[in-house]
């Protein structure tokens, strides 16, 4: 699938698309493609630096509070990932952010976007419970109010996980097709035998669900984006291509262009920084299909599961630290670095860098005087 822009409008071209009915004429791709595209929900390069109270420390430790709050709650994973969504956007939105109220952004996020999510919501008490009651239920509701206009009620984002869900669909129905149909002429025949909603209808549509390989892949893709969604740098990329990227890196013989449109060149730049993400998670001891107790085995795709941790996280910018010097100078990765115990060898080193680099100068002047 080709997409090309033409002035403001996103034209989604079907010459490419996968010989499968329902994922050419269907809407529901183009449009998830144009909302993920839409400059509305995108966030501007260091936004926290409108915020400087706020440290990039602060959104990962809130981001993995929020995983570990909608396990408790059995929330579906969609709905961590709308909150963090409305996070960022509302950070790009606005400015000064008291420390103090960062807690109840988060914790009202995650209340407005169980709302649009969960067939049946925590209570608003929940919430304030779960803050330990430092949000009040009053103090939520004004958020509620404060959130939605810096959002513009703009409150309907495509995820990363959406992405994932669709690709292995694809995937899986692409499968199923040429399994099903092995000559060009029985294709052409149930193309013209089937109609959208018959084949959405279909068992086709659901059985992925139950797939061994579905729920190994998306397991893994999805602790990935969990932890790459503490990074700041996570909302800087397009979710269709954060998805592919981490679908990807556990399946190196997946046919990306031919199931998502996406290019090598398209996935270079978010697969480089995805890697050590999904490096330490490779390393880790703890097994990357662990899941909660309480969440049933076909069911580990929807709910959303706390299988990370900020020294997973603290991990990922230690493998990442030769390339920290490059980037210094951004305010964000400045906050970051300050909180980790390697930090400290780093700025010294560029500290004493810069110093010999004015003395040289300085000797230079002198000579030439």
């Given at each position: ?20 009915p ?18 509305t ?7 926290l630096?409108?915020h ?18 909608s ?9 961590y ?10 950070l ?47 103090d ?24 994932v ?51 190994q ?17 996570y909302?800087?990329?397009s ?25 090598d ?36 795709y ?65 000579i030439?005087?």
């Amino acid at each position: 699938m080709v997409l090309t822009k033409h002035s403001s409008l996103i034209i989604v071209n079907k010459e490419n698309s996968i010989d499968i009915p329902w994922y050419q004429s269907h809407q529901l791709w183009s449009n998830m493609m144009i909302k993920t595209l839409d400059k509305t929900y995108k966030c501007h390069l260091n936004f926290l630096d409108s915020h400087p109270l706020i440290t990039t420390k602060m959104r990962s430790v809130l981001f993995d509070w929020l995983i570990e709050v909608s396990e408790v709650y059995q929330l579906h994973r969609e709905t961590y990932h709308l909150s963090i969504a409305y996070i960022d956007q509302y950070l790009c939105n606005t400015n000064n952010l008291p420390k103090n109220k960062f807690q109840l952004l988060g914790i009202t996020s995650l209340f407005v976007a169980a709302k649009i999510e969960e067939i049946y919501p925590p209570r608003l008490s929940d919430f304030s419970y779960v803050t330990d009651n430092t949000c009040s239920e009053e103090d939520i509701l004004d958020m509620e109010l404060d959130l939605m206009n810096a959002l513009n009620w703009y409150i309907n984002p495509i995820t990363s996980i959406s992405w994932v869900l669709i690709y292995l669909q694809v995937e899986y129905d692409m499968k199923s097709f040429l399994n099903n149909n092995n000559n060009r002429s029985l294709r052409k025949k149930r193309r013209l035998s089937l109609s959208n909603s018959e084949i959405l209808r279909s068992s086709i549509l659901t059985n992925v669900h139950r797939s061994t390989d579905f729920l190994q892949i998306f397991s893994l893709a999805a602790r990935l984006l969990d932890l790459c969604s503490l990074d700041i740098e996570y909302s800087q990329y397009s979710k269709h291509i954060l998805a592919a990227s981490s679908i990807l890196l556990y399946k190196s013989n997946w046919p990306v262009q031919q199931i998502t449109g996406l290019t090598d060149d398209d996935l270079s730049m978010c697969q480089q920084w995805m890697k050590p993400f999904y490096e330490v998670l490779s390393e880790s001891l703890s097994n990357s299909s662990n899941r909660s107790s309480s969440v049933p085995i076909d069911e580990i795709y929807s709910i959303q599961i706390h299988n990370i941790s900020m020294d997973l996280f603290v991990n990922v910018y230690e493998k990442r630290s030769e390339f920290v010097s490059s980037i210094m100078n951004n305010r964000p990765f400045r906050d970051l670095l300050n909180h980790f115990s390697w930090s400290s060898t780093l700025l010294k080193q560029q500290q004493n860098d810069e110093e010999e680099q004015q003395q040289q100068q300085i000797n230079d002047v002198i000579i030439i005087v």
